[in-house]
């Protein structure tokens, strides 16, 4: 077989006419275009080996800086979280400190995620996306840094929750109408940092680039949501404390060792009234000094009645059966306008596990007869020992009237540090255990989605909100023995991208086995509403997804009768638990959604003496269709 060379030669030679110089000329430029192509490849091949070093150099100084910038971003998280705390606890002047550090932080990273190699790099598929969300997140923090630092200051330098503190019963609020502007512009700044987290693409990002992004975005979405309150409060703390008018309210207290859905059948009531900041404690009847009315005393929708009866809105001691705190605080002002004739402007609800919370605030106190009352006995005291201690309900409700008395007392006084009382305020709301309600909508709207309003939250595109409550159905305080837990979980498994959402709920009483005869009768009930001594009984309430269909309750892989409702959009489903001492039982809910699932799921709860243990667990299409 002949070259390409070797053969066009032999073609040159068999062409008659043509000269040997001819020939050769050909030759030569043969040759010469072989040794250009050559050439050509050689410099090819240098330039793609140049490119691929100076790409790979490009690399490793992109790679190098983006630890840098990381590493310096990182340092920003505990002082971001110390800024949360900060505002939670108003003290302002420190969270403008702390944010002036993570300035120094983000700066230094905006200056690595910056320069002309690492823009050049941000257009390379994949690893520009990577590039362009740490340069985001720096640019974020930078930036709320640097816009931060006006509001914060001036507001450093004027506003401080302690000055809100009361003392001897008043409380000065004028500190805080004077920091309006500074607040809202402060909270202005964060909502808008939180939001530009919110808005950087992660989707073909890097795990430690996404899990980075998603850290910064949970600790801005915290600090936002510490702000968003101090706004909130800014807006009607004034009002609420009487500046510009006396104001009265319902202090209520629930009794979670009879449980109702929102926490507890109403123990002890109180009137608090309010003038220009400075309140009082004064009537102080039991929710058993309320006749039963003949109707509802506030119209009620017929899902609601449905959902929980008419006593609902006939009987005091029943009103707690919803969840919507609003609903409750409704009826509970009626019912307070038809026994005093006296319009309520509002209702605060507190429960025994929250006043502990308090207690370490305020430190131990000590009641008339010389009873020490601290944050580690209270609960089992007021929802446990009183029982044993007072045979009557009367003297029960005096038990209990004289510890409100002497916990509002000392929190009037300001006789303690202001961090660990908000502390204890924070927790107490986060767990539903402290409820507000006003009267006016101008403020009720302010309260609209915070923990404190206490209804069940929207949904959204981008999370789901169930909810789990348990209402007492032995008649008797047994529910100070009762755990329970709840594995929430959904899936996309449908087309469209609906989902099945499922709720696991775990009942256990811990109540001891000689129960009916150790425990006194007016705990056990004594079998006066059809619950033998020593057992308990539980109506479990769970709330589906906005626009779904309940789908079944089962236990033991066994499907049971369940009553359904709807709460709005929402179905619900409903059923009985009867647990014997030591017994524990497990209920599997499910529902379908009929709308595409949110990447987010939670699941409020009842609070109960002990807190319920909620968990995500996963979920299996088949197994819930089964």
Known sequence: MHTWSSQATTQLQDKPGISNHTRTRVRTQKRKSHS???????????????????????????????????????????????????????????????????????????????????????????????????????????????QARAPFTSLGSQFSVAGLLPSDGHIDINELVAARPDINAANMVIQAASQRANQIDTTFTLPPVDAGVKQFRTVLASTASSMDAVRRASIILPGMVGQDGPRNYLLMFQNNAELRASGGIPGALALVTATNGTTAMSTQPAATDFPQAASSVIPLSTATSSLYSARLGTYMQDITLTPDFPTTAKIASAFWLQKYGQQL?????????????????????????????TSGNIVKKVLSTAYKTYSSPDAQDAYFREVSTTVFGALTSGHFAAAPLLDAFTEAAEQHRLLVWSDRASEESVLAGTQLQGTLAADTKTHDRLGVYFNDATGAKMDYYLRTSVAQASRVCYAGGAGVYSETVTLRSTAPANAATALPGYVTGGGLFGVASGDVKTRVVVYGPNKSDAISVKTAGKTISAASGNAGTRPVLSFDVLLAPGQSAKYAVVFRGTTPAAPELSTAVTPQVVPTHVTTAPLSCTAVNK
């Open 345 to 373: 402007d509002g209702v605060v609800s507190f429960d025994p596990v929250g006043l502990s919370y308090i207690l370490r605030a305020t430190g131990p106190l000590k009641l008339a007869d010389g009873e020490t009352i």
């Open 36 to 146: 250009r192509r050559k050439a050509a490849r050689k410099w090819i091949i240098r330039a793609l080996v140049t490119l691929v070093v100076l790409f790979a150099v490009g690399m490793v100084w992109v790679v190098l800086r983006g630890v840098a910038a990381r590493s310096a971003l990182a340092d920003t998280i505990p002082l971001s979280h110390q800024v949360s705390a900060d505002l939670q606890m108003g003290n302002a002047r420190a969270a403008g400190l702390v944010i002036d550090t993570i300035g120094e932080h983000a700066s230094t990273a905006v200056s690595l995620t910056s320069d002309p190699v690492w823009h050049a790099y941000q257009f390379v598929p994949f690893i520009g996306q990577n590039l362009r969300a740490l340069g985001g997140i720096a640019d974020t923090m930078s930036s709320l840094a640097t």
